[in-house]
């Protein structure tokens, strides 16, 4: 009982250390340069609503922000697509065979980006996909797959060897396992793996950068931020595109986050 105020106040001051950056980003973006070096904290004297105007012509973040969700959004559907089944295919088997398969994909936590860069800018010019989208859409993917399938081998791994064994009598085969039994269990799993790639993905700004490029019509929000920094950068039409290009990712983790509490407390699995 006597712990319960310090964690009270505990839970309140990592409340506020979180809360504060956002708002004072959010406050910058509606102010000067001048307002924004000698009143930082306060709220803006002149509430300059224009600068989300500026920053969204000046960088074109209507375009950059479509490119942003549709990448994303494929490369999720892709990771899950091919991190589901090998998660469940692994944590079915307990071999030789599988511990290599998985100490592969530990592997693949060893390759810095930098050192894969120039071999992933040739194999982009071989294909002829360099300075697309579409490369970007595959390459994320497959750098998602060595953490994905590893945490959602885990997650199924948790599944109960009875309720496996009892669908399989009921004449389950793999694919109705998979969907009915392994991954409404692994629901978080899922879901948690799909919130952590897809921030990975939507600030994913080296290979954004170099293999997708500068162009207007193909450049992801990440790219066309730093347009609006230059000699004499108006910085709260700077913090107005920062707020622009993080509303719509954070959005999509409150969403989901409250999907997976909902997955949490289910308790049970529907056939």
Do not use: C
Request: proline residues 6%.
């Amino acid at each position: 009982m006597r712990k319960r105020p310090l964690a009270t106040v505990l839970s309140w001051l990592y409340a506020l250390i979180l809360a504060a950056p956002l708002y004072y980003l959010a406050v910058s973006a509606l102010k000067t340069n001048i307002e924004i070096f000698t009143r930082p904290f306060a709220l803006p004297a002149a509430w300059l609503w224009e600068n989300f105007r500026t920053a969204w012509e000046t960088a074109r973040l209507g375009q950059a922000l479509l490119n942003s969700v549709l990448i994303s959004l494929v490369a999720i559907v892709l990771t899950l697509a091919l991190a589901v089944p090998a998660a469940y295919a692994l944590a079915r088997t307990d071999n030789r065979a599988a511990r290599v398969v998985t100490g592969a994909f530990s592997a693949g936590f060893l390759i810095p980006p930098f050192a894969a860069l120039i071999p992933t800018v040739v194999l982009a010019i071989k294909m002829g996909l360099f300075g697309t989208r579409e490369f970007q859409m595959l390459f994320l993917p497959a750098s998602a797959l060595p953490l994905s399938v590893l945490l959602l081998t885990q997650f199924m791994r948790t599944v109960p060897a009875a309720l496996v064994e009892s669908a399989a009598l009921d004449g389950a085969g793999h694919w109705r396992l998979l969907t009915r039994v392994f991954v409404p269990i692994a629901m978080p799993g899922v879901v948690s793996v799909t919130i952590l790639q897809l921030l990975t993905f939507w600030n994913e700004y080296l290979f954004a950068l170099t293999i997708t490029g500068t162009a207007p019509d193909v450049r992801t929000v990440q790219v066309a931020l730093p347009t609006l920094v230059s000699d004499a950068t108006n910085l709260g039409v700077l913090a107005a595109g920062t707020v622009l290009t993080v509303l719509p990712v954070y959005i999509a983790y409150s969403l989901m986050n409250r999907r997976m509490q909902e997955a949490l407390t289910a308790g049970a699995v529907k056939e």
